[in-house]
């Protein structure tokens, strides 16, 4: 009597512990083992690009912090880099500390979000709440500055809403020293755990032609051996003054992908550390127009937010109203490819595949 | 912010140069003053061939495009990794039928970005292997994005 | 006097029938329900008491403090739980399998209640006294599997379907192990009877003698528990509760008390068989035998929730690979140089 | 050997078993906030000059703001700010020339009823009590021009006596030569 076989369709989410937000991923199983995978995103699609069409310039910017919520800093920091080349404007040069600075901490904080979802997804949950106690005192930092502790709204077209408040600088510092320290616990809990590695190690392999061809952007292709990091590649704002370097491992699995970012979390620590001793004096808001009108013309511009390249597209026609804005999403991109990526694979791999890539469903459903 | 200028002063000049070969080698492109290459739609794939193969233009980071009523714009945005060089390509099509050859055989990347274009904006693109909605519900008619489109606003 | 404080209550009592002349029969059948209430009771307060402690040592483990509003330090806290989780309401998916559905939670509880009847708690105070002790242990275990998988099958969803296969493979693949590993302990001691083997260990506990099989019991009883990092049954955030999802209210109070009752049995089991039992270490007999089994049980309790708090959870090819590759060799290894240690030590 | 990572991230959390732990027991004990800090909005009602920066400001329309001119002079008679689409991004508090709105640092926003959410900062006492002295303020100003009026017509009035006397006088003089 044959045994009749049959595959069987597995719904994972939109509503799932480990999808990071409201995310679906329709799996053909055969047993355990992914047949075909069909993502869908767009449970949280807000029409922020249409929302934009019908706000002004400075309107946009509390927008841009719901694109990647955990790095909200960084999403300012795009869009208001992209109208300020339109209309040609100089941000002054403490506003480009200011915004590096907080940059970094943004990048930090959400590197500490990807390492402990990454953690509790694999089952160890004590890694998730270490992580998350450290991201409390970066998030006390973004209330000292700018009010709020996720969504910021703190950059403004020509620099930053306010200058940093005097409490700022001693207690950044204080955090750096401690941080390197919690580092060395999270390598210790979580990357140097054997059972860790055995569930992430050459666990969807990613080969560095495949990323290149597949447009994903930030540790994602870094971990793969591509080398391009917009800090270094095509540096914006003041990069260029600090020395830090661009980790870059080569085999591209689930384990290279974490550990880049326990990499970059040290590498970001020392960027803020040099921008603290120099920061210079100065006003943080260049002289603009009232009521900003950029002249007609589209532009576009990238910069390197945690989960990739962020890229702000604007077409203005010289309204004080953006004619057309488009957010470049490295997580919606990054997810392009993980329905060939998770083939194969068991369904705890498909959960430590999507723990590894990182995306934010804010930034993927737009 | 002297070290923006010196390192722009570099990739300056040869950013010009590369849009110097590429319109000498497709006369069909028009460069915009502000460096933008205005392909016509029947020579597109043929171009974006020839900028992956012959110019190492490897990386095709944007995709998107815009409604301008009359007609519509898609938007490329290539680059090469590695280097600060980069090409933003604007093909205009006809709104009627707004109709592109997909990029996807060339970069695996345009996959998912096509489909929200497709999605929200109703251009079609030829010869893409999955073309369907994919933020929107499958059964949504019209396409958000187009500047004409009537919607139910709550409190706008 | 504190020593058989139980024992000589218990002779109190059947003199007491003695004195009313009750049938001999009936008396001692009275005396083994009196001590299987107690048996039953002590299993129950430990359960509650082990939720609270799991809480409590996972906050500590990770920087929390834990309930501490319930009731006194929060020790009320999983009294409340079960009230509340006894007044919800019980949903039965549609298409379910009623009876094997409700069947489940019932019948989780009776394979760890049966075995707890031959445990011995203290000098002379096992429930009942068997002589194929560690036989029965082993014969009443594996019966959660099918329990386990009952739930899984009749909740009519994917994801406990997952559960449930995982726990057939799961925990007949440990159970392989978890006997191997007695064996070399029976070798040494020649009887399956609870209490010889403790008297065995009299001079040296077994922990020293066979450090092997002890480390694959541990391990193979993590398993059996489905505990971290053996946890994919229940692995929440890959097949959300695996078998347990379909379950509100009791049921899924059951099920949850259950494993801490499975938790309980299987250090016990670890206490008996490696660590001496009620035997006092270094012979300090001034505190009474039973104090010292549920001190060594405790102090097992709290390794496993340390080691639960700890690691990840592990894939399922590479548990079953893990079971049949390393452990059970391992067993069998260890057994046969036990087998060969005894034959050369005892001629 | 195999286990070393294991036994290392047990080191870890058997030494962060016994450290002081993070929690901080909320109601009771309350962490203090930046000034910065975007919580509860807060309006002050005489510093408002019905300018409408701040509903031009604001990226969700959350605030409508009624007036009501008496006396050539814009009277606020309706300030409601609807809590539940606002973003807490500050955008509003900054657009408003005479810092008539702040944010302050009450974070604990939920209601019961769905209604209170919504925040009608002007009631109707405000109103009145403003409009009674804009009124107030009119009369006066009215009273005071009067009076000024009155002087002025006073002096001009003088000012014709003493030109009709002087007039006068001239006649009498040109006559009598």
Known sequence: MAVRQEEFVLNMGPQHPSTHGVFRIVLTLDGETVVKADPVPGYLHRGIEKLAEARTYTQVIPYTDRLDYLASMLMNWGYVQAVEKLMGIEVPLRAEYIRVIVGELARIASHLVATGAMASDLGGLTGFLYTFRDREEILDLFEMVCGSRLTASYMRIGGVAKDLPEGFVPKAKEFLKKFTLSLAEYNGLITGNEIFQRRTKNVGILSAEKAVDMSLSGPVLRASGVGHDLRKVRPYSIYPQFEFEVPLRTNGDCFDRYYLRVLEMAESVKIIEQALASLPEGPVMAKIPRIIKPPAGEVYTEIESSKGIMGVYIVSDGSPKPYRVHFRRPSFINLGYLAEMVRGWKVADVVAILGSLDIVLGEVDC | MDDISNVSKITEPVQKRILAKIAAAHPEINVSEAGHLHVPVDSLTAVMRDLKENFGFDYLSNVTAVDYLEYMNVVYDLCRVGTPYMLHIIVRIDRENPVVPSMVPLWGGALWQEREIYDLLGVIFTKHPDLRRILLDDTWEDHPLRRDYQWMSGRD | MLENIFVSSLNWLKNLMAAVELPAPLADMLILVIKLAAILGFILINALWLVYMERKVSAFIQGRIGPNRVGPFGLLQTTMDVLKLISKEIIIPAAADKKLFLLAPLMIFVPPLAIFAIVPFGKGMAAIDLNLGVYYFVAMASLSTVIIWMAGWSSNNKYALLGGMRVVAQMVSYEMPLILSMIGVIILTGTLNMNGIIQAQEKVWFIFLQPVAATIYLIAALAETNRTPFDLVEGESEIISGPFTEYSGMGFAFFFLAEYANVLLVSVMATTLFFGGWLAPFGWTFLPSWFWFIFKVYIMVFIFMWVRWTFPRIRVDQLMGFAWKVLVPLAIANIFLTGLGKYLFLS | ?177
């Open chain 4, 1 to 177: 050997m195999f286990g070393k990572g294991l036994l290392k991230g047990m080191k870890i959390t058997m030494v962060r078993f016994f450290k002081p732990k993070e929690t901080v027991q909320y109601p009771e004990v309350r962490l203090p906030l930046p000034d910065r800090f975007l919580g509860k909005p807060e309006f002050y009602y005489d510093k408002c000059i019905a300018c409408n920066q701040c509903v031009a400001a604001c990226p969700n329309n959350v605030i409508t703001l009624k007036t009501e001119t008496v006396e050539k002079k814009k009277i606020v008679t309706q300030y409601y700010f609807d809590q539940q689409y606002c973003l807490f991004c500050g955008l509003c508090a900054e657009a408003c020339p005479k810092d008539a709105l702040k944010f302050t640092k009450d974070f604990e926003l939920t209601q019961y009823k769905r209604q209170d959410i919504k925040l009608k900062f002007v009631n109707p006492e405000q109103v009145a009590k403003k409009k009674a002295e804009v009124l107030q303020a009119a009369l006066e100003k009215q009273a005071a021009q009067e009076k000024q009026a009155a002087q002025e017509k006073q002096a001009s009035a003088d000012k014709q006596i003493a030109s009709e006397k002087q007039a006068a006088g001239n006649e009498a003089a040109a006559g009598v030569c």
